[in-house]
């Protein structure tokens, strides 16, 4: 019996570990789950998956939730240091870090440093801090598997789940596949009047609204493309974006014999989860076969980065190292937020954090003390920025 920790119990990754644990209650126990400040949502998932511990990040939150169940056999508590300490708990065996953005950094690192198995949906962890991370999951002896679904994929296209020396075992180039968002052939002329609703609005997944516009200007891409160099120890000239709109195939590698091995599915995040939950097992996920002969065409392209600059960014970002990832991480951040609130127009995301780029000096990133300083400061110079736009 895995006891689990489950960070960001309502988001869409929340959602769906919470159906794979329910089909299998013989194996899988859930110890804690976190959520910021949905208390509807987080008193249903207490009442049906009785957890022991539930961390708001929100104070206020967290007091009507234990309102709420006062009287039930749940702790309730609040804060970033509670989000720590249930992730680090000696009674969980397993984290699911699904909390999106910076946020999630501290808890997901707790749960290295305590040596846990960690199912890691946070990218945001490794593109603010991958060599402070990966030295902490070297040093821990935690297990580190990937949920994202394209680095669950490349995971599943290694020989035996190795991640380390790929080179030495004939790896050659991965592709990231990515369907290009709902924008792949919008003209670009009508680009600077995208609602957020038409970029929320994702033609082949469920998300939230954050990954969705990232999804949208291909700054996911870009993101995941530096996780993937930290996760696997490629450079960044050895792993290339491809689009493919059907979100069939989730990820490829090629080989130096000419092989290529590609992980195909439908497109429901349940496939990771449970891969990732149940390895070296395969458990049941929910998720419908895919049935190749309804798949009438797979269709590739190089990914643009003229129309999707977020790629360039994001690539300069990880060649030059240290903390330029975070800067540009940062960046994105609030440029989405404030995008999704209307104060300014989807082609402004990019410039923003181009600007940031190339205003915020970049450190060494083997300082979690600096990687925030840096990161606190590309915040600071965008919400400025934004200030000065709608002056």
């Known amino acids: 019996m895995q006891k689990i920790c489950l960070l960001g119990a309502t988001g869409s990754i929340g959602q769906s570990t919470l159906d794979v644990l329910a089909r299998h209650p013989e194996r899988f126990l859930l110890q804690a789950v976190s959520a910021n400040h949905s208390v509807d949502r987080m008193l249903e998932i207490c009442r049906k998956h009785r957890p022991r511990i539930a961390v708001m990040a929100d104070s206020e939150a967290a007091a009507r939730l234990a309102d709420a169940l006062a009287g039930e056999d749940i702790e309730i508590r609040s804060g970033e240091q509670a989000l720590v300490d249930i992730a680090a708990d000696p009674e969980v065996d397993t984290v699911m870090a699904a909390i999106v953005g910076a946020v999630g950094l501290m808890p997901t690192l707790a749960a290295v440093r305590a040596g846990k198995r960690v199912l890691l949906a946070n990218k945001e962890a490794l593109v603010m801090a991958g060599q402070l991370f990966m030295n902490a999951v070297r040093d821990s002896g935690a297990e580190l598997l990937p949920i994202d679904s394209e680095h669950n994929a490349i995971f599943q296209c290694l020989p035996n789940g190795q991640t380390r020396g790929l080179k030495q075992r004939g790896v050659s180039r991965i ?5 290009g968002g709902p924008f792949r052939e919008w003209p670009l002329n009508r680009f600077d009047a995208i609602t957020p609703e038409q970029a929320i609005a994702h033609p082949n997944w469920s998300m ?9 200007t291909m700054m996911n891409k870009g993101l995941e493309l530096i996780e993937a160099c930290w996760l696997f120890g ?19 590698v090629a080989y130096n014999d000419g092989s290529v091995l590609a992980q195909l599915g439908n497109p429901d995040m349940r496939t990771p989860i449970a891969h990732a939950l ?3 097992d395969r458990i ?3 998720v419908e076969p895919l049935d190749p002969v309804t798949v009438s065409q797979l269709n590739f392209e190089a990914a643009d980065e003229n129309r999707f600059p977020c790629l360039r960014l994001a690539r300069a970002a990880i060649a030059e190292g240290g903390t330029r990832p975070a800067i540009l991480n ?8 404030a995008f999704l609130n ?24 083997d300082s979690l003390e600096q990687i925030l300083a840096d990161d606190r400061a590309a915040r600071e110079r965008v919400r400025r ?3 000065e736009d709608l002056a």
């Open 175 to 179: 592709w990231l596949t990515g369907s």
């Open 208 to 216: 939230g609204p954050k990954i969705s516009v990232d999804s949208a």
């Open 234 to 252: 490629l450079p960044e000239s050895e792993i290339e974006i491809l689009l493919h709109p059907q979100s069939i195939i989730h990820s490829m």
């Open 278 to 280: 149940g390895y070296p």
């Open 284 to 286: 049941e996920s929910g």
């Open 330 to 337: 940062a960046a994105n951040e609030i440029a989405v937020d």
């Open 342 to 365: 209307g104060r300014i127009a989807f082609t402004r995301i990019p410039q923003l954090i181009e600007d940031c780029m190339q205003h915020i000096e970049s450190h060494p990133g």
């Open 385 to 387: 920025r934004i200030a």
